[in-house]
């Protein structure tokens, strides 16, 4: 079965979608009351820690679907808890202009 990618890249005056994951583990500390380590994460979502290394250090992190589905399992969260989609500015709703 071939996997999809998500292209997730910032280009100044471009949208980008950004990862939630650092708030997601906070979250998950605060919940269940103790620290939670990036290699613990690794362990229990079955994603490799480099690769969520990645995705907490570099900005505008590629990565698939799958990566995306095994994270959301394990914090037992929807997409949208864990991805959010910034708008370039020159897309955002502007207010109008002062009569």
Do not use: W
Not at 24 to 45: C, L, P, Y
Not at 75 to 86: I, N, Q, R, S, T
């Amino acid at each position: 079965m071939r996997q999809r990618r998500l292209i997730i890249k910032h280009c100044p005056g471009h949208a980008v979608i950004r990862f939630k994951l650092g708030e997601q583990i906070e979250k998950k500390q605060f919940q269940e009351g103790r620290h939670i380590t990036v290699q613990e994460v690794a362990a229990g979502s079955g994603v490799n820690r480099m690769t969520l290394s990645k995705i907490l250090n570099q900005r505008g992190y590629s990565t698939g679907t799958e990566i995306v589905d095994k994270l959301c399992r394990y914090f037992g969260c929807p997409v949208g808890d864990l991805l959010e989609y910034v708008p370039d500015e020159a897309e955002s709703p502007r207010a109008p202009p002062p009569a």
